[in-house]
C-alpha cells in the first residue's frame, strides 16, 4: 500500500518542487519583505482584486457563474496582499491543473459508447422506500409547478457544488493556516477520480432522464426552470446539454463533495460554525439533488461511500507508517 500512497504523491511532488522556489522568491527573500517591494506588491494587488472583481461581476451580471481561473484570480489578489503570492502559486496552482483534468475528462466521458443503466437505480429505490420513488414523492408534495423559495434554496444548494469547497479552501488558505487544505483538495481529486472511473465504466441515468425514457413517472425540471427564473439563462441553457454529463449519476458527486468538507472540518478542528455550514450543505444537497430528480438516495448514498474510500485513501497517501498524523498548522 505504501506504493500506491508514494504513486500518488509522485506527480504532485514534480509540480509542487518548482513552486516552492517561488515561496522563497516572491515571500521571503530580502528584496521582497523591502519598503519599496511591499508597496508595489499591494498596488499590483489591487489592480489585480479590481479586474478580477470586475470579471466577476460582469460574468454574475450576465448570468453565468464564475470560473475557477476568475476566482483564482480574485484570491491571487488577496494573496499578493497579505505578501503570500508564492505561497498560493504553491498552493493553488496543483488545485487550477487538478479541475483542469477533471473537467477534460468529464467531457470524455460519454464518448465511449457504453449502455446506460436506467433500472437498477428505481429498483433499489423501490426496495428502500416501497412503489413511490422519492423524487416523484417530494414533487408531488411540495412542487407547485412554479419557483418559489424552495426551488431557489434548492437550487443554490446545487450550485454549491462549484462554490462552496473553493470557497472553504480558500478560507482554510487564508486564515486557519492551511489546516485540512491539502486533505480538502486531495480529497475532492480523488473521489472525482473515482467518480469518473465509475461513469466510464457503468453509466447510469438520474431519476429525469428515466422519466423521459418512459421508465418512471414524470419528473419537473425544477432546477432547469429556477435557474431560468432566477435569469441565470445561460447556465440554464447549459443544464442538461451536450455538453453536460447526463449519464453521470452514480455515485453523486454532488454528494460526496460536501461530505469531504465535512470530514476536513471534523478532522482539523476547524471552528464549529464551519462544521455546522458543511452538515447543512451535506443536507441541503441532498434534498436538492433529490427534490429535482438529478439523483436518486441511493447515487448520494453511493457517493458517500466514494467519499470515505477517498477519504482513507488520501489519509493513507499523506500520512504513511511511521509518520506522526498531526493536523496542518499545528
Not at 500512497?5 to 527573500?29: C, G, H, N, Y
Not at 458543511?278 to 436538492?288: C, D, K, N, P, R
Not at 470515505?308 to 489519509?315: F, K, N
Request: aromatic share 10%.
Amino acid at each position: 500500500m505504501e506504493k500506491v500512497a508514494a504513486a500518488l504523491r509522485a506527480p504532485f511532488a514534480v509540480l509542487v518542487r518548482p513552486l516552492d522556489r517561488a515561496v522563497v522568491v516572491l515571500d521571503e527573500s530580502p528584496e521582497s519583505r523591502s519598503a519599496g517591494a511591499l508597496r508595489i506588491r499591494r498596488a499590483v494587488a489591487g489592480l489585480v482584486l479590481l479586474f478580477g472583481l470586475a470579471v466577476v461581476g460582469r460574468t454574475v451580471a450576465s448570468g453565468a457563474l464564475p470560473t475557477l481561473a476568475q476566482m483564482l484570480l480574485v484570491m491571487l489578489g488577496v494573496a499578493l496582499f497579505l505578501n503570500r503570492g508564492g505561497r498560493f502559486l504553491r498552493d493553488w496552482v496543483p488545485v487550477f491543473v487538478g479541475a483542469l483534468a477533471y473537467l477534460l475528462s468529464a467531457s470524455a466521458v460519454q464518448s465511449f459508447g457504453f449502455a446506460v443503466h436506467y433500472t437498477p437505480q428505481i429498483e433499489a429505490e423501490r426496495a428502500l422506500f416501497g412503489d413511490t420513488l422519492p423524487t416523484v414523492w417530494l414533487q408531488e408534495h411540495l412542487y407547485g409547478g412554479t419557483t418559489g423559495l424552495l426551488e431557489v434554496a434548492a437550487t443554490l444548494f446545487y450550485v454549491s457544488h462549484f462554490l462552496a469547497p473553493v470557497a472553504l479552501a480558500f478560507v482554510i488558505w487564508a486564515v486557519w493556516e492551511r489546516r485540512g487544505f491539502v486533505d480538502l483538495f486531495f480529497g475532492i481529486l480523488v473521489v472525482t477520480i473515482l467518480g469518473e472511473i465509475t461513469f466510464v465504466l457503468a453509466p447510469t441515468a438520474p431519476p429525469w432522464l428515466a422519466a423521459d425514457a418512459g421508465l418512471a413517472p414524470p419528473v419537473h425540471d425544477v432546477i432547469k426552470q429556477a435557474l431560468h427564473d432566477m435569469g441565470l439563462t445561460p447556465i440554464a441553457d447549459q443544464f442538461h446539454s451536450p455538453s453536460y454529463n447526463t449519464v453521470a449519476a452514480i455515485p453523486s458527486l454532488h454528494a460526496a463533495w460536501p461530505v469531504i468538507g465535512l470530514l476536513v472540518a471534523l478532522r482539523h478542528g476547524l471552528p464549529r460554525w464551519v462544521v455546522v455550514a458543511q452538515a447543512v450543505i451535506v443536507l441541503g444537497v441532498l434534498f436538492s439533488i433529490v427534490y429535482a430528480g438529478e439523483h436518486y438516495v441511493v447515487d448520494a448514498l453511493v457517493g458517500y461511500v466514494y467519499a470515505v474510500v477517498a477519504w482513507w485513501l488520501v489519509q493513507l497517501a499523506l500520512r504513511p507508517r511511521g509518520r506522526s498524523a498531526q493536523p496542518e498548522g499545528r
